[in-house]
């Protein structure tokens, strides 16, 4: 049984440091996981994702509002994790034709299916039609021609409008500002509103906008709400996600009760109270609820102590596309009282430079063969995977109450060549 340690916000809900000094994810001992399954590895939490889930429809049923939760499955597009939030009583947004499918397998009714995209090519439309996807968020009026083509027959769309407002938060994940590629500009929404109303295929319900991801301020929705109040009344808004999460001790982003209630609130003042209002956050369900687990391949002491792990950027982009700041922690080390931390540089193991997972973390003394958690990495990180170096992706691995069970395995050589042409040897 773990001593209940309690650990920082970063860690997934009750995660705790057992009697031998180790972190437990989920019940789990990391060291043991690290041992079983391999490093790198996405080790997630279901009883938070639950928690999580849960919060986020009990926040709208707080509101009073009619509508329903998404999950927005880009933040972690895993069967096995959609599938729990598809017992949670969420619906999903999916933004590609492969997320869709993901989101059919993980069995979402295809009628609690929002399709999203700014490019989204005949064959998804196609593919999203034939599903029976329940809405389509259009994003510009070339889709409608396309859908139309496809054959769509009363299909139910949301029109997403881009409010012109934007909020404080990475250049690279603000959506909301007037010079977006996502959405229609306000100025040319009522004529949008039209030609969807006089085209008989589809039927225009609502409208939908997203601020941007990572938003640490609730502020913004008052304004975009307000923005949007004077394309007239609809029976259905959706807000869209946005919730930031807590990437390192201190930070605070609103909890989820708080930012529901901003979001919905805003919207019942400038929209209306009868309405339904759709959330579709990703990040905040997912982010906390995983860590990464590493192992030490090597320490260099110089003018920076370099202490490389065996993945970096090809399981986590965000530093170098966001300058996001992560914490590190040494599996087994967590809470030394009386330990000195050196100032380490946590880097990965890509040739590039740039491939720096945290550039200032305390360890204390890390040694090769050490298990490193890297916590807060459930969103976006197996999401944006790559094989850079030809490094197979890690496996994600769900933990409850002292199992854990492997939900993506880890990628193999075989499937790094599957996609090569038998041929391609030869030079023919
Ligand atoms: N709805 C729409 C239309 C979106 O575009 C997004 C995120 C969401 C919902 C979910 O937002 P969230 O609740 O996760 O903030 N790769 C970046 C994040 C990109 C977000 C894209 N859209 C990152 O790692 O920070």
Same mark, same amino acid.
């Given at each position: ?58 926040? @709208? +049923?707080?509101?009073? #509002?009619?509508? *329903?939760? =998404?999950?927005?499955?880009? !933040? &972690?597009?895993? /069967? ?105 500009? @306000? +100025?040319?929404?009522? #004529?949008?509103? *039209?030609? =969807?109303?006089?085209?008989? !295929? &589809?039927?225009? /319900? ?223």
């Amino acid at each position: 049984m773990a001593a209940r340690t309690s650990l920082s916000p970063v860690f997934p809900l009750d995660s705790a440091v057992n009697e031998r000094g180790v972190l437990e994810i989920g019940g789990c001992d990391a060291l043991a996981l690290a041992t079983e399954f391999g490093t790198p590895a996405y080790v997630i939490a279901e009883d938070d994702l639950r928690a999580r889930a849960r919060a986020y429809v009990r926040a @709208l +049923a707080e509101c009073s #509002a009619d509508g *329903e939760v =998404l999950f927005a499955s880009k !933040a &972690l597009p895993c /069967v096995a994790v959609e599938r729990i939030f598809v017992e949670e009583g969420l619906g999903c947004d999916v933004a590609s034709g492969g997320e869709l499918a993901l989101a059919l397998r993980a069995g979402f009714d295809p009628d609690r299916i929002y399709l999203h995209g700014n490019a989204k090519s005949p064959g998804e439309l196609r593919e999203a039609l034939q599903a029976g996807v329940g809405t389509i968020v259009i994003d510009g009026l070339d889709e409608v021609e396309s859908l139309v083509e496809q054959g769509a027959d009363r299909q139910r769309v949301l029109l997403r409008v881009n409010p012109g407002v934007r909020p404080d938060t990475h250049a690279s994940i603000a959506t909301g500002q007037a010079d977006s590629k996502f959405g229609i500009r @306000l +100025a040319q929404a009522p #004529a949008a509103i *039209e030609r =969807l109303r006089r085209t008989p !295929a &589809l039927e225009l /319900v609502g409208l939908h906008i997203h601020l941007g991801s990572q938003l640490m301020d609730t502020g913004v929705f008052e304004a975009a709400a307000a923005a949007i109040a004077p394309l007239g009344e609809f029976g259905v808004y959706d807000l869209g996600g946005g919730l930031g999460a807590a990437y390192v001790s201190g930070a605070r982003p609103p909890a989820i009760e708080e930012y529901v209630s901003a979001q919905v609130g805003a919207a019942k003042r400038h929209l209306g109270v009868d309405r339904r209002y759709v959330l579709e956050p990703g990040r905040s369900l997912v982010a906390n609820a995983g860590v990464t687990l590493y192992s030490v391949m090597s320490v260099k002491r110089g003018e920076s102590t370099w202490v490389a792990v065996d993945g970096g950027m090809s399981d986590n982009l965000r530093p170098m596309l966001y300058a996001a700041s992560y914490e590190a922690h040494v599996a087994d080390r967590l809470l030394v009282p009386g330990a000195t931390a050196e100032r380490c540089v946590l880097a990965g193991k890509h040739c590039e430079s740039g491939d720096v997972i945290a550039r200032d973390v305390a360890l204390p003394d890390p040694r090769v063969g050490d298990v490193i958690v890297t916590p807060a990495t459930g969103a976006y990180g197996h999401a944006m995977a790559n094989n850079y170096n030809g490094v197979p992706r890690p496996p994600v691995i769900l933990c409850r109450d002292g199992d854990a069970r492997v939900v993506v395995r880890r990628e193999s050589y075989e499937d790094l060549l599957a996609r090569e042409q038998p041929d391609a040897a030869a030079g023919a």
